[in-house]
């Protein structure tokens, strides 16, 4: 499987992600809508970048439809808009987002925002399947973790950040080692550690050591 990153953001989460051997192995491109910091990223790492100018999601659906209509790839999401109903059809369980909340509380933009300043006690992380709806498909990997009281507004921010970059790497690695099988009707997670932990389900034993 190759994976394909959509971007329209900074590329902060991106930047960390392309860090790591594996994921810069198994990326064919960063395709962005419009000039973006992921554009930059990309090039700091050498990995292809296509800007794809676009001023809706359906426009810009169409253009990478017109660049991958294949099975073997795996969008994962940083994009700020709603990708069109007829692409996530014949991508159907191929499209991944992580968003920064525990999802269903606090969807769509500055999410962990309204989290963090709400009376929640939780804050965290969900990467899910994108579907039609806003932040509504099926989760992967949610990570948990309590608001720490004795920390400021940017240092909790930062717990979820990290949060967002360790999940999306779990999920990557799982797709190369075959944890995660993709078939026509979406996905299934086989093989791997379901107990009460941060991340549901965990992440790997000796994670950081892998990559």
């Known amino acids: 499987m190759k994976i394909v990153f959509l971007c329209s953001t900074n590329g902060s989460v991106l930047n960390e992600l392309l860090k790591h051997s594996l994921v810069r192995e198994l990326t064919d491109a960063v395709l962005c809508d419009r000039t973006c910091g992921s554009l930059q990223v990309s090039e700091d790492y050498h990995v292809k970048s296509i800007l794809l100018q676009s001023s809706s999601g359906k426009e810009f659906s169409k253009k990478i439809e017109n660049l991958y209509s294949e099975d073997n790839v795996v969008f994962i999401s940083f994009y700020t808009k709603l990708l069109s109903k007829e692409f996530l059809s014949k991508h159907k369980g191929r499209v991944f987002n992580c968003h920064p909340t525990l999802l269903p509380s606090f969807k769509g933009l500055h999410g962990e925002e309204k989290n963090l300043e709400s009376n929640y006690l ?16 099926k989760p992967v990997i949610q990570a948990a973790m309590p608001i720490d009281i004795n920390l400021n507004k940017m240092q909790n921010r930062h717990k979820i950040f990290l949060a967002q970059v360790y999940s999306t790497l779990q999920f990557i690695y799982w797709i190369k080692t075959q944890k995660i099988i993709f078939n026509d009707i979406g996905w299934e997670l086989i093989n791997i550690q379901r107990s009460v932990d941060i991340f549901n389900p965990n992440l790997d034993k000796n994670f950081f050591k892998k990559f």
């Open 122 to 137: 939780f804050m965290g992380c969900t990467l899910h399947e994108v579907d039609e709806f806003i932040d509504n498909g």
